[in-house]
C-alpha cells in the first residue's frame, strides 16, 4: 500500500499561506509530519490531541473539526473515523481554505486512511533491507496538485470578506452577513468553497443586486468587479 | 451563555444548550491548556468544535467563557468574528 499520493498531498497543504505545520497520524501511526519543532514536542502534541479525540469517541461523537486558537498561533485538528490531521495555522491563514482543503484530503483518501494501522511506525516506507523510502514533493508535483484542486477549492473566505466589506458602506456588518447568508440559502450553495470561480463571481454579484438603490448598487457592483479582479477571478 | 470565573455557573439558552456547553468548555478547555504548554504558548484565546450536529464555540477571557451551541454551521471566519465582537 503505497502512500505517496496522500504524504505529496499532505505537503501540498502545507504550501497554503498561514499554514507552518501539519501532522498526520492514525494512533500510534504517524503517517506524515513536518512542524517547526522537535521530534518529541511533536510526539506530545500528537499524544494529547489523540486523548482528546478518544474521549470524543467514547461518547460516540462524530466530530469533524476542532479550531483552538492561542495567543500565539492556532491548531485547526481534523477527524475522519481514528485518522487525524492536525495543522497549525499563523495569523496569516485563510482558516476556512485550510480547514477545506484539508478536509478534501482526508475525503480523498479515506480508504487509504480506513486501511492504515494505527501501530507505531507501520507507515515508515522501509523495504525489506530497511531502507527508508524517501517520498520526493517536488514543486512541479505539487504545482500540478494545486492545479487540479484549484475548482474544488476556492478563495470564497477571502471573497466573502470583500462582499462584507462592500456591503458595509450601506449596512451594518450583522445584517451585511445575515444578507450573504440568506442569499447563499437561497441559491441552495451547500458549500460555497466547492464553487467554480465563475460561480463565486455570479454568486457575489447576485448578493450585491439585493440592494435595492439603482446607483449605489451600480457603483458596488464596479466596486466588486474590482476587486475580484484582484483576486484572480 | 456564560461560564463565570471557569466555575460552573452558566446563564442564559436553554438548560440543555447551557449544561452541554459548559461541558464543551471544560472538557476543550482541559486539553487546550495541555496543547499551549506543549507549543510553548500561554493559553486558549477561543475555541470552536465542530461535529455532524453543529458547532460550539467560545472565547476565553479574563472574566470567564461566553459562546453559543448551535445547529447550523457556519464559516471558522463568520463564528470568529461574531465571538471577538460580542
Known sequence: MSLNSLIAAAAALQRLEGVAGIVLFKGKNTVHKQMPFSDGRTLDLQETVGQMMDGYRQVRRKMRQIYLEFDGGTLLILTQEESILVLLLTGRADADLVSSAAGVLMNDHALLLAQLSTDAGSSQGKTADGIEELVVTSPRRLQEMSEKAEPVVNNWGQVRKVIESILGKVMGRAQASNLIDRTLDEEKVADPYRLTASQVRKLAETIIEHIPNTSKRRQLLTELESHLEELNL | ?86
Open chain 2, 1 to 86: 451563555m456564560n461560564i463565570a470565573g471557569g466555575k460552573e455557573s452558566v446563564s442564559g439558552g436553554d438548560p440543555e444548550g447551557a449544561q452541554r456547553f459548559a461541558g464543551e468548555v471544560k472538557f476543550v478547555s482541559y486539553y487546550a491548556q495541555k496543547l499551549a504548554d506543549i507549543l510553548g504558548m500561554r493559553g486558549l484565546v477561543l475555541g470552536i468544535v465542530e461535529d455532524r450536529e453543529g458547532q460550539t464555540s467560545f472565547r476565553s477571557t479574563s472574566s470567564g467563557c461566553h459562546g453559543s451551541v448551535s445547529g447550523n454551521k457556519r464559516s471558522l471566519w463568520q463564528v470568529r468574528e461574531s465571538l471577538m465582537k460580542s
